[in-house]
C-alpha cells in the first residue's frame, strides 16, 4: 500500500508539474493576445421574456490563439485574474462593447444594452470609472446601453472603493447585475448596500426548472422577490420551451440562452433574425 501510494504522489506531482507547465505556456501567449489582435468578444443574445425581442447582449470574450484554435474563458480568465492582465483585457473588452453598443443603437428602433463582465481586479488596480467615462466619452457610447455584471464574491471583499464606483456607474446611468445570482454566500444584506438594479439567476437553477423540485421552489422564490424589490430579472441558460414556459408563467422579465442564441461573432450577431427584427 505504501508502494502504492509513493507512485500515486510521483504520478500526481507529475501531473502537477504538466499542469503547471501549460498554465505557464498559457500565461505568456496571453500576454502577447491583446497586441496580436488574438481576443475576440462574442455576443449572446439577451431577450424579453414577455415578447421574445431582443433588448441586447452579454459579451463574452474569446481567445482566438494560432495554435490552440478559440480558447473557452474557463481556460483562461482565471490565469489573466491570477497574474491581473485581466485588468488590461478587461479595458479592451469594455472598449468593443461601448463601440458596439453605439453601432447598433444607431440602427435599431429600440434600445440595446451589452453586459459587460467585471473582475474585481480591475476595481482594484486602476480607476474604473475614470476609465468607464473615457470610453463612454471615445466611442459616443450610452450609460443606459451598458450594464456591468459582478458577482457575489466582489461585493462580499467589503471594499470600500467597489461601493463607491458602483454608486457611480449609478449615477452615470450604467446597469449593474449581480451575475450567478444564487450561487454565492447569499447573505443578501448586499441587496440593501449595494445600489444592485439586475439579478441574473444562474444557469444551474433553470437547468432543473421543474425537474427538481428544490430548483423550482428556488427560482419562484428568487422572481417573487424580485418584483418586491422592484430588481430586473434576467435567467440565464435557457435551452428549451419548458424552462421558458416556466420563466413567462412566473414573470420572470429576460431571458438568455441557447433556445435564442450561443455567442457568437459580432457580424453574426449583426446577421441574426432577432437583431433584423430590431431595424
Ligand atoms: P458567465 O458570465 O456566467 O457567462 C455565461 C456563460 O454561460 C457563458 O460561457 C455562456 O456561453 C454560457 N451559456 C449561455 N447560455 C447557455 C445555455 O443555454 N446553456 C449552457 N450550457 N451554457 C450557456 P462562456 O462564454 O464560456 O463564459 C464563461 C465565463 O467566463 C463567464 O461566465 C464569465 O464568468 C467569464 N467571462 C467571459 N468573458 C469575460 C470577460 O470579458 N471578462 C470577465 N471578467 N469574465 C469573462
Ligand atoms: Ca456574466
Ligand atoms: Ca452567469
Ligand atoms: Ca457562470
Known sequence: AKGRGRAGFRFYSAELTAQAKQRGMLETALR????????????????????????????????????????????????????????????WVLKQACRTARRWNENSSQALKI?????SRQFRDNDLVALVSDYLQATGCSPAWLEFEITESLLLEDNEAIGIALKAFRAMGISIAIDDFGTGYSSLAYLKRFPINVLKIDRSFINDVMLDRDSTELVKGIITMAHSLRLELVAEGIENAVQEQFLQDFG????????????????????????????
Open 115 to 119: 453586459a459587460v463582465n467585471l473582475s
Open 32 to 91: 502577447r493576445a491583446e497586441s496580436a489582435g488574438e481576443l475576440v468578444v462574442f455576443y449572446q443574445p439577451k431577450i424579453d421574456l414577455a415578447s421574445t425581442r431582443l433588448v441586447g447582449a452579454e459579451a463574452l470574450l474569446r481567445w482566438q490563439h494560432p495554435s490552440l484554435g478559440l480558447v473557452q474563458p474557463d481556460k483562461f480568465i482565471g490565469i489573466a485574474e491570477d497574474t491581473g492582465l485581466i485588468v488590461g483585457i478587461g479595458a
Open 252 to 279: 420572470c422579465h429576460f431571458g438568455q440562452g441557447y433556445r435564442y442564441g450561443k455567442p457568437m461573432p459580432q457580424a453574426s450577431f449583426e446577421a441574426h433574425p432577432l437583431m433584423l427584427a430590431c431595424r
